[in-house]
T-cell receptor
Framework: DTGVSQDPRHKITKRGQNVTFRCDPISEHNRLYWYRQTLGQGPEFLTYFQNEAQLEKSRLLSDRFSAERPKGSFSTLEIQRTEQGDSAMYLC??????????????FGEGSWLTVV | AQKVTQAQTEISVVEKEDVTLDCVYE???????LFWYKQPPSGELVFLIR??????QNEISGRYSWNFQKSTSSFNFTITASQVVDSAVYFC?????????????FGTGTRLQVTL
């Protein structure tokens, strides 16, 4: 399977704990994105990388959130001191090389987070 | 600011009926891109189509067709002869060409339920 893959698919954690999600983009895609989706809503942009550089962060990305893409390949999204409001699905996506902002963004299956 | 409105929260049809999902968008960009994604219960966002703002030609792909009307800022999606497997949440999304050009703005989605 050469699609975007995310791990873990589901995570239940206690409030206050840290969690980390991993995303492996489609091979050779230089752009990688993180989105968050809550029930009944569309995905909301969190951040994106071009290669290893994090070029944009949404206001939704509080200080407790950090994303990295150290080698320009896979990415991690860490949430520290989780709160119940962090419960959501975290979607990773990637798009191909090139400056055309119309390039299609392909999404993974998401990582469901439940904070209890 | 960019905005996507999907006024239909939920639609129920009987198999073999035709159904149209509405999408209205707002953007100040002169060049932009419109997308439709399908989200089945598994959670993955499946890309269906991308349309550039400078190409108003409608498109048909099997049972799917898209009607892009720049004059009314609409990009509607029609499924002909619906099937149970079409049951999912469908999202319309917009990507501009200025600012965070890589960011997708999603609507709130339309849940389609196709029954026998």
């Amino acid at each position: 399977d050469t699609g975007v893959s995310q791990d873990p698919r589901h995570k239940i954690t206690k409030r206050g704990q840290n969690v980390t999600f991993r995303c492996d983009p489609i091979s050779e895609h230089n752009r990688l994105y993180w989105y968050r989706q809550t029930l009944g809503q569309g995905p909301e942009f969190l951040t994106y990388f071009q290669n290893e550089a994090q070029l944009e962060k949404s206001r939704l990305l509080s200080d407790r959130f950090s994303a990295e893409r150290p080698k320009g390949s896979f990415s991690t999204l860490e949430i520290q001191r989780t709160e119940q409001g962090d419960s959501a699905m975290y979607l990773c996506a990637s798009s191909s090389k090139g400056g055309n902002s119309g390039n299609t963004i392909y999404f993974g299956e998401g990582s469901w987070l439940t904070v209890v | 600011a960019q905005k996507v409105t999907q006024a239909q929260t939920e639609i129920s049809v009987v198999e073999k009926e035709d159904v149209t999902l509405d999408c209205v968008y707002e953007t100040r960009d002169t060049t932009y891109y419109l997308f439709w994604y399908k989200q089945p219960p598994s959670g993955e966002l499946v890309f269906l189509i991308r349309r550039n703002s400078f190409d108003e030609q409608n498109e048909i792909s099997g049972r799917y067709s898209w009607n892009f009307q720049k004059s009314t800022s609409s990009f509607n999606f029609t499924i002909t002869a619906s099937q149970v497997v079409d049951s999912a949440v469908y999202f319309c999304a917009l990507r501009g060409n200025t600012g965070t050009a890589s960011k997708l703005t999603f609507g709130t989605g339309t849940r389609l339920q196709v029954t026998l």
